[in-house]
């Protein structure tokens, strides 16, 4: 089974630096970095507005929640937003590679 993670991040920079130390530790397959997006956002009792760059990142299930939480230790926000979810389906051929993750 295969999962998925989302996350923005402050640059790009930050989010392939993160994502590298990830897939060395094992813990993803894969980072998917877009372009900025602008973000509105309420954060404790304040609107706040900002550019971001997501990311979207490709696991193994059994892998979701160490990755999450290697996430937000990583991760240069005082609270990231992280949002990981187990997928309904994936091809057998993404199956069989990012189940080899959990070897």
């Given at each position: 089974m295969t999962a998925l993670i989302y996350c923005p991040?402050?640059?790009a920079a930050s989010a392939e630096r993160i994502g590298a130390a990830m897939l060395d530790e094992g813990l993803?397959?894969?980072i998917n970095i877009g372009a900025p997006i602008r973000s509105l956002f309420a954060?404790?009792?304040e609107r706040g507005e900002s550019e971001e760059v997501p990311a979207l990142i490709k696991t193994a299930a059994a892998l979701l929640?160490?990755?999450v939480a290697r996430l937000e230790v990583?991760?240069?926000y005082e609270?990231?937003?992280v949002i990981g979810w187990k997928a309904d389906a994936a091809g057998s051929a993404t199956q069989a590679w990012l189940?080899?993750?959990n070897r």
């Open positions: 991040f402050p640059d993803i397959g894969c954060w404790q009792g929640e160490r990755a990583l991760h240069p609270a990231p937003a189940g080899a993750l």
